[in-house]
């Protein structure tokens, strides 16, 4: 197993180099030294210190710790070659001085790394095969001096900072030292951590201890130790767990927190309580934040093409209504022969043109509506009505069609009865003429339609029955989808565009009400229509 080294611990023997650094500079100011000749030495001896300074963020990735091993080794040979390589190779030992803070494979191959370049320059030196300095006699006083003291000074610090965080501490009775008890935690799924009463870590599986950087055998780490790197991930992780405490129950908790400094990390911790310590699990649901923010993007996405299909239907349809309403408004003109007689033909052809932009014109209202009501857009206008005028004069409206195939039209609505409705009376007898023409439509030349109202209780029910062509249940489960046509339909001269139910059925759950159809083929259909008698 690797074991890992709280990674933040190379800030504390960096600021110690530096500041003695900084101090011998100050020292030789005093003692009435050029600075000129001190701060080259000086700025390049710090190099290795603010690299490690620099680097912190990064430091659990393995390239940024050999950087580091390396700027050290590097500031020992141009220390060997330029102030002597005695006392100047003790800073050989800077190196796997800074490793310990890292990982224990990183001190081993400091120390091996600093034994053979000190070998080579040691050589170097007894068969006068190097360079010898040419700095002067103060330069290299100042500098030896400096190196020995910063040396010194690092290598204290980084041994204390390493000692304490590789203290081993035993667990506490409720986990001492069990064998089994660690096996255990190792075997769930997910980082397990364990905290007394004062907040303090007793114990974490290995895949607690390498999500957040934990030393083997480290016990008695406090909260604020966890994850050092975020205050406000430490806040939120402290807020749960005294949460937990006091409810002496489960709570739970989404977490954002950057182990990395180009990488956002997603945590869900559950914390348990555990006779008087606190249980924490944390699962990294990266990966799954992640595909759920792509299927967002995807789902926005696909909303933003619906409205913007919606509105461009809108748009078209509103466009196409003015020179359709010329072109009726003209035909007609001509079918009334207001400027004179025409030939037959001519006519024939009138009405003809009247007829089919009619129809156009229902079918692009019908589209705009749809669209309206599809992008959220259609506003009802409620008022006070009897629905048996209603009813009684949409009727009036279709029975031309009605007469020209011959299908009789019953009403059945009693005449000493009102049927007092709060509802937008446009859309009633928008769904009223979409139910009386399809039942028109498919029904056989001889047919019926049966167009029937009642008050129940405080609801409306519409009844639209015709004995057609009827469905069958496939047809039903899609029946309301807009631009989905039947099967009957395909039989029928005239096509629509498949939205006349959809939009009924749209228009009454607009009202908050309802809809039901019953259907058998070659029976007919019935269509029921549920609709609140007052405003809810």
Sequence with gaps: MRVKSSYNGLVAPSLIWIAALTAAVLAAFLRGIDLAEIWPLALTASMPAVAGLILTPILRKEWAQILVIFSWLILAIIGCLTLGFIPMALLFICAPAAAALFETEKVVEALVFAAIISAVIYYGYSIGSLPQTRLSNTQVLWGQQTGLMATFSLIITALFGASSHSRSAKWPSAMSGSVECEMMMNAIDGSVLRFDDNDYMLGANNQARKLFGIPLGTAQLPLQGLVPHDDNAQSAIGHLISAARKSESFERLRLETRFEADKITYLDLQASPLDNDIVVHVKDVTEQEENLAGLRQTQAIAAQETDEKSLFFAGVSHELRTPLNAIIG??????????????????????????????????????????????????????????????????????????????????????????????????????????????????????????????????????????????????????????MQMSSAQKTEERGTGLGVSLVKSLTELHGGRFAVASQMDEGTTIDVFLPLERS
């Design 330 to 483: 003209f035909s007609d003109m001509m079918r009334s022969r207001l400027f004179g007689p025409l030939p037959g033909k001519y006519a024939e052809y009138a009405d003809l043109i009247h007829d089919s932009g009619q129809h156009m014109l229902d079918l692009i209202s019908d589209v705009l509506d749809m669209s309206k009501v599809e992008a959220g857009k259609y506003e009802l206008t409620y008022g006070m009505f009897d629905a048996s005028d209603v009813i009684r004069s949409t009727v009036k409206m279709v029975r031309p069609v009605a007469d020209a195939g011959d299908i009789r039209m019953d009403i059945d609505i009693q005449d000493d009865e009102a049927l007092l409705i709060e509802a937008d009376r446009k859309a009633i007898r928008q769904i009223l003429l979409n139910l009386i023409s399809n039942a028109i439509k498919f029904s056989p030349k001889g047919g019926s339609v049966r167009i029937g109202a009642k008050a129940v209780g405080d609801t409306l029910n519409l009844t639209v029955e015709d004995h057609g062509s009827g469905m069958n249940d496939a047809e039903l489960a899609v029946l309301g989808t807009p631009y």
